[in-house]
């Protein structure tokens, strides 16, 4: 539908700030969000240069770079281990914040919405600085289920402190917003508003062979090397000896580049590198879920929300999942897909013999999970992501 522009300069100004300009997990969700929202007119607000400034181009969206200091830029859950440290790089936001908090004045923005980690910390102060209200959206789970490091604890105290309302994407990750020996007597007062997913017109059919498909960003808490263990364990069960295993998808980060690395030596010395193809990254993973007969998701930690399960359940095709976080608030076991233990090849292998060698199986569980999709669409996630925010317009 054509948006009047006239009207749309009068719609209330809401930025969207994240230190990242990959075309990862939260910032697919605010191009989506900032390009099919009709109550507000957004304003993204990236830390750095990157892929997702010719997607927001393309969608229309306007946004702007802020680059940031040094000792923000250079941070990272890794970054550290104690107190000055911490400390240290809140003080290092300031100057981020303060010049931030200039251009928020200048757009006339009437909310602050953050949506990174280093985001939560700059983006707040500058909201404060700038006396815009604040909206912090949590895209991943705070820390590990007891992390008490003060990374973990410092994350908390910001989301505790700075803003003035809270968005989470799954109930995993609004619990993990609140310190771990308070969970048991407090519930988080994060609103859920989970992420959007296009569904296909039509579910493809299924392939003649058994392929299982791995799509996401490559890292240890991916688990594409649970994958592979798992994928060794049912050929050695007697899986279909055509089944092959496909990992799509890249390392995004340094961190994450030795670990991609070392894992096709890893499926040659489980015996399988004949049946695993490694495809690297791919502009969109619905032709490649179209195309398997399963999916997988591996990670051996708790996940904030899984936007791989979701798009694999709108192309209609079982998923077999980590239990771990949000994918097991988003699959009922049995039903629309499978749930294994975080980090359990052995489980995971079961399921996929079991979904190998019955067909009808497969199809109902794929038919069911397309149906529980229904949830994640676009406009209804929209719609959810404005009745969670714009209350707190000023």
């Known amino acids: 539908m054509d948006v009047d522009l006239t009207a749309r300069d009068h719609r209330p100004v809401v930025a969207f700030v994240t230190h990242s300009a990959e075309l990862s997990g939260a910032e697919l969700f605010i191009l989506r969000i900032a390009g099919a929202t009709r109550r507000v007119r957004p304003l993204v607000v990236?830390?750095?240069?990157?892929?997702?400034?010719?997607?927001?181009?393309?969608a229309g969206v306007e946004h702007v770079v802020i680059p940031?200091?040094?000792?923000?830029?250079?941070?990272?859950?890794?970054?550290g281990g104690g107190v000055r440290d911490a400390l240290g790089k809140v003080s290092g936001a300031a100057a981020t914040a303060v010049r931030l908090a200039g251009l928020l004045r200048r757009h006339e923005v009437a909310l602050v919405t953050t949506h990174s980690a280093k985001a939560h910390v700059y983006g707040a102060l500058a909201g404060r600085l700038a006396r815009v209200p604040v909206v912090a959206h949590a895209h991943s789970v705070v820390g590990k289920e007891d992390d008490t490091s003060w990374n973990a604890?410092?994350?908390?105290v910001v989301f505790a402190v700075l803003p003035h309302g809270r968005v989470a994407n799954s109930r995993a990750t609004a619990a993990s917003l609140l310190p771990p020996r308070?969970?048991?007597t407090r519930t988080s007062d994060a609103a859920v508003v989970r992420c959007?997913?296009?569904?296909p017109d039509r579910v493809a059919d299924a392939p003649a062979r058994t392929l299982f498909v791995l799509a996401g960003r490559v890292s240890e808490t991916k688990g594409q090397d649970v994958a592979l263990r798992a994928f060794a364990l049912a050929r050695a069960a007697g899986i279909d000896p055509d089944a092959r295993l496909r990992i799509?998808?890249?390392a995004l980060f340094d961190r994450d580049r030795a670990f991609a690395a070392a894992l096709p030596a890893l499926a040659v010395e489980l015996g399988i590198a004949d049946a695993v193809d490694f495809i690297g990254h791919v502009d969109g993973v619905a032709q490649e879920f179209a195309a398997a007969s399963v999916a997988l998701h591996a990670s051996p930690v708790a996940e904030g929300f899984g936007q791989v399960v979701i798009e694999a359940m709108a192309s209609g095709r079982p998923v077999i999942a980590s239990a771990a976080g949000a994918?097991?608030?988003?699959?009922?076991?049995?039903?629309?897909?499978?749930?294994?233990?975080?980090?359990?090849?052995a489980a995971m292998a079961d399921a996929m013999l079991r979904l190998a060698s019955d067909p009808e199986l497969r199809a109902r569980v794929g038919a069911a999970a397309r149906v529980s999709a229904e949830r994640y669409r676009l406009d209804r996630v929209v719609e959810d992501w404005e009745q969670a925010v714009t209350p707190h317009l000023r």
């Open 68 to 79: 940031l200091t040094e000792t923000v830029a250079s941070h990272t859950e890794q970054t």
């Open 182 to 184: 308070r969970r048991t």
């Open 196 to 199: 959007p997913v296009s569904l």
């Open 46 to 58: 990236l830390g750095e240069h990157g892929p997702i400034e010719a997607a927001l181009r393309a």
């Open 248 to 250: 799509v998808g890249e």
């Open 327 to 345: 994918p097991g608030e988003m699959i009922v076991d049995g039903v629309d897909g499978f749930l294994v233990a975080p980090g359990d090849a």
């Open 153 to 156: 604890r410092l994350l908390r």
